[in-house]
């Protein structure tokens, strides 16, 4: 019988959060007596599959030492993009002599609220797949494209945006996190990213830049992510309706 293969979770929070607006990083911003980024911690220590956690923070954060977090975490430092970071992750993960087929758990500070049910969830379906899985919701709501000016106005200017086009949204899906993947690969579509100079917005992305199928899993849509301020309110909320 093949032996499963070992997890390694792993948190970016290196970034600034400047869409939050806020004058500390926005994994440090405090929800019912604890930053988001400790809610985070906790929730992947509830799962089973889940012991330790490798945390990717910035070169000068000096207040992630400072807190108590509730499984034993390491550390890594990161870089100013997103898969800078992760990339540093992933080869501070191999240097503890991880294996390519190992998964890597990664998963945002700013999403406090995941249920341990989907993380548990997307791990599983992650061992039974070449590349790896995500956690993602179908798209509700109706997406609009837009432009600057309606082609209907001859006279004036204006640079408020104007719907243009609804979007079929048969087949959209809300990227989430845990995002988990083969560590090899992993490290493979990250190197790819770097020699091309990509840009991209997750991990899954980078697979998709070489047409490597990773799988959808189906998540709550309480696992919301802390981008704007009017979000700390409702995720309170939620954290309130789980514990």
């Given at each position: ?100 087929s190992d998964l890597v758990l990664i998963h945002d500070a700013a999403r406090p609220a995941v249920p341990v049910a989907d993380i548990d969830q ?122």
């Open positions: 019988m093949n032996k499963p293969p070992s997890i390694h979770a792993m948190i970016v929070a290196a970034g600034r959060g400047s869409r939050f607006g806020a004058s500390i990083a926005k994994q440090y911003t405090t929800l019912q007596d604890q930053t988001l980024l400790q809610h985070s911690l906790a929730r992947l220590g509830r799962s089973t599959y889940i012991d330790k956690c490798l945390l990717v923070i910035a070169a000068d954060d000096n207040t992630a030492q400072q807190l108590e977090f509730a499984i034993p975490i390491y550390y890594a430092v990161g870089g100013e993009e997103r898969w800078q970071s992760v990339k540093a992750g992933v080869e501070s993960i191999i240097q503890t002599g991880a294996n390519d997307v791990i599983e379906a992650a061992m039974r797949e070449p590349y790896g899985a995500i956690l993602a919701t179908p798209v509700a709501d109706t997406l609009k494209t837009s432009h600057t000016k309606p082609v209907s106005i001859e006279e004036g200017s204006s640079t408020s945006p104007y719907a243009k086009r609804t979007i079929d949204r048969s087949n959209i899906w809300q990227a989430q996190t845990p995002q988990v993947f083969r560590l090899g690969q992993l490290r493979r579509v990250l190197n790819y990213v770097s020699e091309h100079q990509l840009s991209i917005t997750d991990e899954a992305s980078a697979f998709e830049h070489l047409e490597l199928p990773i799988r959808l899993v189906s998540g709550s849509r309480q696992n919301i992510k802390l981008t704007y301020p009017d979000d700390a309110v409702l995720l309170s909320a939620i954290l309130t309706i789980q514990s």
